[in-house]
């Protein structure tokens, strides 16, 4: 029995080896972008995207966010979701056309930028967001690499915002 338990944690650091000696030879950079058109005004649009505040109230893995204010290099603010708190710094604000946000908190083992673009279209609106990130720790990159979808928070985030467009709020 004491036998089986060794080769079995064994086996678990082995595998955790493996897993970081893979996941450090992986890029710690990534571009991932997704475009989707709303039938919204790009006023409309825009507004939802910038007005931090409310994205609890239509952002349905936000849970609060606190607006830390402007010092002279952008407004920061805090989101606290299941996945934990992230500060982020509006890095740049062009309205109705363009919105860059970086993590601005370098203990995270992840950082990066989103960047939003807002173009007219007979439809309505069409907004794409390219996340350009970084995984720092060769575990977590190997997962973001192997396990999880590099599309799946901007899918969500573009699906969270249609619904909000459609509602009109």
Request: hydrophobic letters at 40%.
């Amino acid at each position: 029995m004491l036998k089986r338990i060794l080769y079995g944690a064994v086996a678990i650091v082995a595998l955790i080896a493996i897993v970081a000696i893979v996941g450090s030879f992986l890029p710690k950079g990534h571009r991932a972008s997704r475009t989707m058109i709303y039938k919204a005004p790009t006023s409309a649009v825009f507004a939802a995207i910038t007005d931090v505040e409310q994205f609890p109230n239509w952002r349905s893995d936000i849970q609060s966010v606190e607006v830390l204010g402007n010092d002279g290099r952008g407004m920061r603010f805090r989101e606290t979701s299941s996945q934990g708190v992230v500060t982020y710094r509006v890095v740049l604000r062009e309205p109705d056309k363009k919105l860059v946000t970086r993590i601005d908190d370098p203990s995270l083992p992840f950082g990066g930028s989103w960047t939003l673009e807002i173009q007219p279209v007979p439809e309505g609106t069409s907004l794409t967001i390219t996340e350009d990130g970084e995984v720092y720790n060769p575990i977590f990159r190997f997962m973001s690499k192997v396990i999880f979808s590099p599309y799946s928070t901007i899918d969500r985030y573009h699906a969270d915002l249609q619904k909000r467009t459609e509602n009109g709020k």
